[in-house]
């Protein structure tokens, strides 16, 4: 495992984060030999997620990206310390190449490139996907990458995937585990003033369209890695590692099976956001200036609720 220790400038800002956002975590049992149609359980550790030791069936964390993506890198350190595994993880691929995107703006900040390659981040594609799982290694994966990261306004925890389902034909194709991933707090901690269609229609728009001309669109072409400009306010990060779904009975010249597990995928990474909304309403320290007062005064990260038994959020959003 890479020493947890920042050797650089983005990885100490991330640590920083970690303390301003005080994410918690909870996670889903599987419930039932096969995880479908019996009683599942939520807990307030990674500890129900499927094994991670060596010859574990390979998993595919799948999630939706919260603005900024700050959320990748409190997953990877969760799993990390709490399973002992340095996860794959999937990052759009200018990121990996140590340059200011939007040069002369600082962006990414220095050390990202080095940061990502130690905590195990390859460029996002088929290929390097299909290479992992063929490896056996776990990998995290937001289908809708930078689009999800630089959302307009009006789009809060929308997703914004493929209409093509090949994560899941990669993932049964490896035998592999999908768990569904919801955040929340991200999408919340964020005051727009303009967004990106707004920037590239003002008096700056050339400016930035000449910085990002030569960079893949994070979602397809006419879209442009372009962040919106506003102010933060830090909102607590909740996660939740849904209800793993295996892939092992799906046939993958099958395109209605593996469209099914697809939707089930999305339906369970939105009701998994709705779960957690529940929590953070019983959460005392959802605020910003309690959370902080208690965590000064007692040198550790606040409390989070435990969670309560809820009906399976996956069949509500089907």
């Known amino acids: 495992l890479p020493t947890p220790t920042p050797q650089n400038l983005f990885e100490v800002w991330t640590r920083e984060m970690q303390k301003l956002f005080s994410p918690v975590f909870y996670a889903t049992s599987a419930g039932g030999a096969a995880g479908h149609g019996a009683a599942s359980r939520v807990s307030r550790t990674l500890e129900a997620m499927p094994p991670m030791g060596t010859g574990s069936r390979p998993l595919l964390f799948v999630g939706n990206h919260q603005l900024y993506g700050f959320d990748a890198a409190f997953l990877i350190d969760e799993i990390m310390r709490e399973r002992g595994v340095c996860i794959t993880s999937l990052a759009y691929p200018p990121l ?30 088929a290929r390097n996907l299909f290479r992992a799982l063929s490896r056996g290694e ?3 994966l937001f289908p809708g990458g930078g689009r999800e ?5 009006g789009e809060h925890y929308t997703l914004f995937w493929p209409q093509q389902p090949e994560l899941v ?18 999408d919340d901690s964020f005051r727009f003033l303009v967004d990106t269609e707004e920037i590239l229609k003002s008096p700056l728009g050339g400016f930035f369209k000449a910085r990002t001309a030569h960079l893949p669109a994070p979602a397809g072409e006419g879209d442009v890695f372009v962040p919106p400009l506003g102010v933060f306010f830090p909102e607590r990060y909740y996660f939740l590692f849904g209800r793993p ?10 395109e209605a099976a593996v469209q099914r597990v697809y939707d089930e995928v999305r339906a369970s990474v939105y009701g998994g956001i709705d779960t957690l909304r529940e929590i953070r309403e019983r959460d005392p320290y959802a605020g910003f200036v309690r959370r902080i007062s208690w965590e000064i005064a007692n040198g550790i990260r606040a409390p989070a609720p435990e969670p309560r038994e809820h009906a399976d959020e996956c069949k509500r959003h089907s």
Request: aromatic letters at 8%; a positive charge.
């Open 169 to 186: 034909r990669l993932a049964a194709r490896f035998n592999a585990t999908i768990v569904p991933v919801s955040g929340l707090g991200g």
């Open 149 to 153: 990261v630089f959302k307009r306004k």
């Open 138 to 140: 776990h990998v995290l």
């Open 245 to 254: 779904i295996p892939t092992e009975t799906v046939d993958t010249r099958d």
């Open 96 to 125: 990996l190449e140590g340059k200011f995107l939007l040069k002369p703006l600082p962006l990414p900040l220095p050390g990202t490139a080095e940061a990502f390659k130690r905590f195990g981040a390859v460029p996002t594609s």
